[in-house]
């Protein structure tokens, strides 16, 4: 298990809320078997091995008790210190998992449907958390990107070299992410169009956060054809490991 060489406490927030209406099915993608296992172990995984120090993990309503028994309990997640209900929106189950943090210095948020989450992300955000107080993993753009009118016509091209697609974890200093959720939580009008945590903190908080690479392989399970490059990423993943093993 890594230590945890910084000199705060460090938390997870992972969400497994969701019914990932887009992958279809009657079972929420973050419950998909991925390689054999549901998806939701591979993050509560890494962070189990990591120098994280305490997660807490949201889910719906309706999966609080079978995320205790059949993921927490099933697969020994030791430093799972809480299993809490989320909200409608993201926004809402983010704020759940601040409120259930006991004792933390920095927070990792990170999206459940990320399976392919490392340790040097990991490690990255906690350190970006440290030093900038807030930061956010992602990646360059490959792909040129276009902005539609409301007709679907191509009205603006914007500079690829300054684009980022955004993943998680987003780390925060504790202090910040509680004050710049208290205050989204209290008032409506801050709330529309909220799709991150980054958001959340620049608009609270008037600051900028700081994007830190992440990796390609980091993608969020949303579609079918995401199941399946998963799978096909974690058991390469898998193999090379079992070779480095034996």
Known sequence: MEENKTQGRIAAIVLAGGSG???GGSVPKQY???CGRPMITYSLEAFEKSGVDQVVLVTGREEVEYCRKEIVEKWGFQKVAAVVPGGKERYHSVYQGLKALKNCDYVLIHDGARPLL???IIERAI????EYEACVIGMPVKDTIKVADEDGFAVRTPDRSRLWQIQTPQAFSYELARRAYD???ADETLQQGITDDAM???RAEKI???LLPGSYENLKVTTPEDLYLAEALLARRMAVEKNEKS
């Not at 350190?127 to 440290?130: C, I």
């Open 21 to 23: 209406k887009r992958m």
């Open 32 to 34: 998909r078997k991925l």
């Open 118 to 120: 490392s340790q040097d």
């Open 127 to 130: 350190t970006g958390a440290v």
């Open 183 to 185: 205050r989204i939580m």
């Open 200 to 202: 959340v903190a620049e």
């Open 208 to 210: 900028k956060v700081k």
